[in-house]
């Protein structure tokens, strides 16, 4: 409606900046907070991919397909465990691997709720696998937990990707995240478990 109003005023698309400064309703905050939230994790699935194709010296043409024919996380998160036991790995790099398979598995479960649909955001009752829409409030997600992970699976994924530069040697003046050590610490310093409440 409004791009028809625009085109009619012979205005056309609006600039970047009058975009940001238009209002944004709390729902729109909410499934942006969510567009967020599942961003993250894309990355933390594109992240324990190239570890997959780094672990297996398989070529993307090889790597790719194997990893992506398990269907869920947990799978791909199998295959990788089955690629660190076939192999001489560099010690820092094996430890950091397992510290970070450790930690995302705990953060699984509410990514699954997220992506599955088996929940409600405040206000916003979404079909699941409620009957009940009191109980689907009662374990509504609020954006500020949307949030919440959205920047935990950020920071999970930045380490993991500076941890993946560290082991083919590239390396910033990053003093927190400098060595694979320090990858590890970071890692394992996060919180061990996510949930909506």
Same mark, same amino acid.
């Given at each position: 409606?409004?791009?028809?109003?625009? !085109?009619?005023?012979?205005?056309?698309?609006?600039?970047?900046?009058?975009?940001?400064?238009?209002?944004?309703?709390?729902?729109?905050?909410?499934?942006?907070?969510?567009?967020?939230?599942? /961003?993250?994790?894309?990355?933390?699935?594109?992240?324990?991919?190239?570890?997959?194709?780094?672990?297996?010296?398989?070529?993307? *043409?090889? /790597?790719?397909?194997?990893?992506?024919?398990? #269907?869920?996380?947990?799978? *791909?998160?199998?295959?990788? =465990?089955?690629?660190?036991?076939?192999? +001489?790995?560099?010690?820092?790099?094996?430890?950091?691997?397992?510290?970070?398979?450790? %930690? %995302?598995?705990?953060?699984?479960? $509410?990514?699954? !709720?997220? /992506?599955?649909?088996?929940?409600?955001?405040?206000?916003?009752?979404?079909?699941?696998?409620? %009957?009940?829409? =009191?109980?689907? =409030?009662?374990?509504?997600?609020? &954006?500020?937990?949307?949030?919440?992970? &959205?920047?935990? &699976? #950020?920071?999970?994924? #930045?380490?993991?990707? =500076?941890?993946?530069?560290?082991? $083919?040697? %590239?390396?910033?003046?990053?003093?927190?995240?400098?060595?694979?050590?320090?990858?590890?610490? +970071?890692?394992?310093?996060?919180?061990? #478990?996510?949930?909506?409440?």
């Amino acid at each position: 409606m409004r791009r028809a109003r625009l !085109k009619a005023e012979g205005r056309g698309p609006l600039p970047l900046n009058e975009l940001l400064d238009l209002p944004i309703h709390n729902t729109d905050r909410t499934l942006l907070a969510f567009g967020r939230a599942m /961003a993250a994790w894309a990355r933390i699935e594109v992240g324990f991919y190239t570890w997959f194709e780094h672990i297996t010296a398989f070529d993307m *043409r090889q /790597a790719k397909p194997i990893y992506y024919s398990a #269907t869920n996380f947990k799978s *791909r998160l199998d295959l990788l =465990r089955a690629a660190i036991e076939g192999v +001489q790995l560099d010690r820092a790099e094996e430890t950091f691997i397992k510290a970070a398979m450790d %930690v %995302v598995i705990r953060y699984n479960s $509410f990514r699954n !709720k997220l /992506a599955h649909g088996e929940f409600t955001f405040d206000g916003l009752l979404i079909e699941g696998k409620h %009957v009940d829409r =009191r109980q689907a =409030r009662a374990e509504a997600i609020s &954006a500020e937990q949307l949030q919440r992970f &959205a920047a935990l &699976a #950020t920071e999970f994924s #930045t380490i993991l990707s =500076r941890a993946y530069d560290l082991a $083919f040697g %590239v390396s910033e003046d990053d003093d927190n995240l400098a060595t694979l050590e320090k990858c590890t610490e +970071q890692m394992k310093a996060l919180p061990r #478990t996510f949930t909506s409440r």
